[in-house]
Every structure is written in C-alpha cells, then in structure tokens.
C-alpha cells in the first residue's frame, strides 16, 4: 500500500497557520491538489504563496470564509471539486477557543460558539463534501480533535467537551459512510502554535517535562500522521482517533 496522493484532491480547513498549514504542506508533499482556507483573505494568501513555494507538483487553491458559515462551507467544497474535478480528502482542522475556567463561570454564548465551529461546522463539511464528491466516489476525512477531549483538563473544558463530541462523531461518521468513506480523527497533544500559546509560553520547559518525550509537539508531526490516515496505505482504518500527543496519556495525567 502506498502513502502517495497524486491526482487527489484536498480541502484542509483552518489552514493559513499552525496544525492545518502543515497538513497542507504534507498532503502537497505527497502529491495532493490542495484547497485551503481561513477566516482573513491576506494571511490566507500568504500561507498559499508559501505552500507554493515549497515546490511540490500539486496545484494549491484558497477561499476565505468562515467554517461556522454554511454558505462559506458550501462554496469552499464547490471550489474545490471546481478547481480540481474530485474532493478525495477532506481535513477538518477549523477549531476556536474563547472560553477558559471554570463551566460553572463560562458565557453560554462563547460555549455555543466553540460547539458551533468545533463541531457544527465539521459535520457541515461532511455533508458538503458527500453531496459534492464522496457520496458517489468515495473518499477520507480526517478531524483534528484534541487529548483535551479524551481526559478532563479543569482549564479548557469547554474546548475538551467539543473534541470530545467530534471524536465521538468521527466514529458515528466511519460507521455510516463506510465502506467508502473513511473518517478518522487525530488527538494532538500542546503543539508550538500560536494557538496552543497561552498553555505553554510562560513556562515551556516545564510543560514539556510532563511528557515522556520531554519536547513539545510540532505541527508537522501531526501533519505526518493526517497524511498517513488519508492514503491508501491506512486503507483498513476507519472511525479511529489517533494520540499524536508526545506520550503524555501514558503518563495518566494531562
């Protein structure tokens, strides 16, 4: 079984940085078409110029508009399929989180938000892109959950409680739209983005001697795992959720 991509086509979400820009990368690297998108047109234009840049035979592609936007999703999957002619893969990167603390203390419209962007919006890509593609042709979908949704945290509950609804979903999805569609998910660990920030900067090094591997997580190896799961060689794996999290679960802690 081969990991090699070429003549597939991509639509990675939440992409002009961080997790998504490096599964990007990775899908290119391997000879996918790739779609991108993101909320803001310039920094969306600057992660394609640089995933151009890397020289990869793929073509890459962009549309701007929110994942919690049904119409922005709609769009971003017609796109695709336009640019390309197939939606074979599909990564559901998009995630947000504006609420930390306590449940008990949290705005209910934030909670909402994070649901709707988190979880909402990636089944809405689903449906797009079986309506689109996969439905009659098959494909791979990943999600890009959290080990926040696998362990309670006491920090970013909220956020732990969405991932925890899209893993569950990742395994509804497989058990529905298999044989030909597979759908699974990825657990990341705290990775070096500007996303993760807030839970390691102050104290890197310290946050990083919780895990056995005594590193933090990098966008890449999540990246290299996303395009390991969506080629033929993970060819019998479906409604999975994948730690890429350094060992930390190992450690029974979070």
């Known amino acids: 079984m081969t990991t090699d991509l070429s003549g597939r086509s991509a639509l990675v979400t939440g992409a002009s940085r961080g997790i998504g820009h490096a599964a990007a990368a990775e899908l290119l690297r391997r000879g996918a078409n790739v779609l991108i998108t993101a909320r803001k047109p310039e920094p969306l234009a600057e992660a394609a110029a640089q995933l151009r840049a890397l020289g990869h035979s793929g073509a890459v592609a962009t549309h701007a508009g929110n994942s919690g936007d049904a119409v922005a999703r709609a769009e971003a999957v017609r796109r695709t399929v336009e640019e390309f002619g197939s939606l074979d893969i599909l990564i559901n990167n998009t995630g947000i989180n504006p609420v930390y603390g306590p449940l008990v203390d949290a705005d209910l419209d934030g909670v909402r938000k994070i649901f709707d962007v988190n979880v909402v919006a990636a089944v809405g890509y689903v449906q797009e892109a079986y309506r689109a593609w996969m439905g009659e042709h098959g494909g791979a979908v990943v999600n890009v959950a959290s080990v926040a949704g696998l362990r309670s945290t006491g920090v970013i509950a909220a956020y732990g409680a969405s991932k925890a609804a899209l893993i569950h979903l990742t395994g509804e999805l497989a058990w529905q739209l298999g ?35 005594k590193r933090l997580g990098a966008p890449e190896d999540v990246a290299g795992l996303i395009g390991f799961l969506v080629s033929d060689a993970a060819g019998w794996i479906t409604g999975e959720t994948v730690r890429v999290d350094g060992g930390l679960l190992a450690t029974g802690g979070l």
């Open 179 to 213: 044989p030909g569609i597979r759908v699974n998910a990825v657990a990341p660990g705290v990775v070096k983005t500007r996303f993760a920030d807030a839970l390691y900067s102050a104290d890197e090094s310290a946050v990083a001697e919780g895990y056995p591997l």
